[in-house]
Every structure is written in C-alpha cells, then in structure tokens.
C-alpha cells in the first residue's frame, strides 16, 4: 500500500511538472520581462493569444505620464509592410490594439515606450500573437482533465512495468483517456478556436495534433501487447516514456495559422 501511494506521488508530481513546463514554453504564453526607461523600471506582460472577437490589447503598466509608447504589427506570415501607431494611455496604462484576425490568423507586433528623448524596446525580435475562437467550458473543461489524467495514468503505469507490476488496467485507462482527451475533445476544442477540427498530417503541421496521434499509436501498441499478457513491460515503458517526451514538447509549437501571403 505505501508503494503504491509513493508510485502515484512520483507520476503526479511528474505529470505536474511536464504540464507546467508545456505550457509555460509555448508561442501562446505571455511574454515577460522589465526594462529601465530614464531612471523607471518597467515590467511588463505581453499576450501572444488572444480570442476573438475584438481587437487585442497590449497592455503595459507606467504610471509615469512622461512615459509615451508606440507600435508596429503586420499580419503574419504576409508580404504586408510595417503599420506603425501611437499607444494610447488609460488609468496609468499604454494600451495597444492589434486588429482582430479570422480564426488562427497572427500578427507579428513590436512595442516602443520613449521618455525625455530616451527610447527602449519591449522585446529583441517581434512578437506573434495568434487570435482565437472561444472555447466553451463543456469542451475545454474535460479536453484539460482527460489529457492531464492520460498523462498521469501514463507516469503510473510506466513506473508500475519498471517495478514489475500488472500493467493491463492501467494502460486500458490511459488508452481511454488519450482517446477522449486527444482525439475526441480535442478536435472539438481545435473546432472552436480555430475553425477547424484537425490541422496535423496529413492536412497541416499542427504539431499538437501530430503529437497526439503519435502518442495514442504508441498506447494502442502497448494496450495489444498488455492484453496478449497483462505482465508486459517492454511498450508500456516505451509508449510512456514517448508520451512524457511529447509533453516536453511546447504546447501549439507549429500550430494552426492563416498564410496571408497567397
């Protein structure tokens, strides 16, 4: 009983930590940083995901009225030369708006914040924000739990085949849970956000839905060898540690976008 509490601490606290680096490693996920401006620290938080439908805000804290801003943004990936606006200042913030997109379209933007003659740049390269369509929470909701479950599931069996332990209903569990997770809501979710249900191969490079299909082929070979002998190790271990490397993989790396240039 206390290695089976210690195994299922061990593949949560895994799970936690490949969920947490996924999603903090991503193209979406706000892009932070401070800069000094005359003598005024300034941090900041810029969004690279926004839903539709409305115009995006940039929002960059300075209470200091001396502090002025200003942006450039194109449509991305596009033959569109730079348009270039001033921030507008409200309640002691510079705000940006970026144009709304369609589903999945980006736009590659830059911010500049200038004082007594002083000016800075927010980030080395431009930024990419990808516009979106709201997900409902009866899709997002389960979408979230059943993949973060999979994973879990997933860390306990592999370490289960490591020790010796039955496999089978474990790998069964994972295999559902990728199953509705990857392949049932999450289509859903891709429908809602981007307009379409699948954008990997053959049909696109969307790496996370490429991925998922790749991890949910490993887990059906593994659920074959388990069900032929419920003590097999081998693929568990394998399809376990191929689903852990794919979490390293930042989430919507590749993802679905709108080429503007055809």
């Given at each position: 009983?206390?290695?089976?509490?210690?195994f299922w601490i061990i593949a949560?606290?895994?799970?936690?930590?490949?969920?947490?680096?996924?999603?903090?490693?991503?193209?979406?996920?706000p892009f932070n940083g401070k800069?000094?401006?005359?003598?005024?620290?300034?941090?900041?938080?810029?969004?690279?995901?926004?839903?539709?439908?409305?115009?995006?805000?940039?929002?960059?804290?300075?209470?200091?009225?001396?502090?002025?801003?200003?942006?450039?943004?194109?449509?991305?990936?596009?033959?569109?030369?730079?348009?270039?606006?001033?921030?507008?200042?409200?309640?002691?913030?510079?705000?940006?708006?970026?144009?709304?997109?369609?589903?999945?379209?980006?736009?590659?933007?830059?911010?500049?914040?200038?004082?007594?003659?002083?000016?800075?740049?927010?980030?080395?390269?431009?930024?990419?924000?990808?516009?979106?369509?709201?997900?409902?929470?009866?899709?997002?909701?389960?979408?979230?739990?059943?993949?973060?479950?999979?994973?879990?599931?997933?860390?306990?069996?592999?370490?289960?085949?490591?020790?010796?332990?039955?496999?089978?209903?474990?790998?069964?569990?994972?295999?559902?849970?990728?199953?509705?997770?990857?392949?049932?809501?999450?289509?859903?979710?891709?429908?809602?956000?981007?307009?379409d249900y699948w954008t990997g191969?053959?049909?696109?490079?969307?790496?996370?839905?490429?991925?998922?299909?790749?991890?949910?082929?490993?887990?059906?070979?593994?659920?074959?060898?388990?069900?032929?002998?419920?003590?097999?190790?081998?693929?568990?271990?394998?399809?376990?540690?191929?689903?852990?490397?794919?979490?390293?993989?930042?989430?919507?790396?590749?993802?679905?976008?709108?080429?503007?240039?055809?």
């Open positions: 009983m206390k290695r089976n509490i210690l949560s606290i895994i799970t936690l930590a490949s969920a947490y680096y996924q999603r903090a490693t991503g193209p979406t996920h800069v000094n401006l005359s003598g005024t620290e300034i941090k900041y938080k810029l969004i690279r995901s926004f839903p539709m439908p409305m115009d995006a805000p940039i929002r960059v804290n300075v209470e200091d009225t001396l502090v002025t801003g200003c942006f450039k943004y194109k449509r991305y990936p596009s033959h569109d030369e730079w348009t270039y606006e001033d921030m507008v200042r409200k309640d002691g913030q510079l705000i940006a708006y970026i144009p709304q997109q369609p589903h999945a379209g980006k736009v590659m933007y830059k911010i500049f914040l200038e004082k007594n003659g002083e000016e800075v740049e927010l980030s080395e390269k431009p930024l990419i924000i990808r516009f979106r369509g709201d997900v409902p929470a009866w899709a997002m909701i389960p979408h979230i739990i059943l993949m973060f479950a999979a994973m879990l599931f997933s860390m306990r069996v592999g370490i289960a085949a490591i020790f010796k332990d039955k496999t089978f209903k474990l790998t069964l569990l994972t295999l559902i849970f990728l199953l509705a997770g990857g392949l049932i809501f999450g289509p859903i979710v891709q429908k809602y956000a981007f307009g191969w053959p049909f696109g490079t969307d790496l996370t839905d490429n991925k998922t299909a790749l991890a949910f082929i490993f887990w059906l070979f593994a659920f074959y060898k388990t069900y032929k002998n419920h003590n097999h190790r081998t693929w568990v271990v394998v399809a376990s540690i191929v689903l852990l490397l794919i979490y390293l993989i930042p989430h919507s790396m590749f993802g679905s976008e709108i080429d503007f240039r055809e």
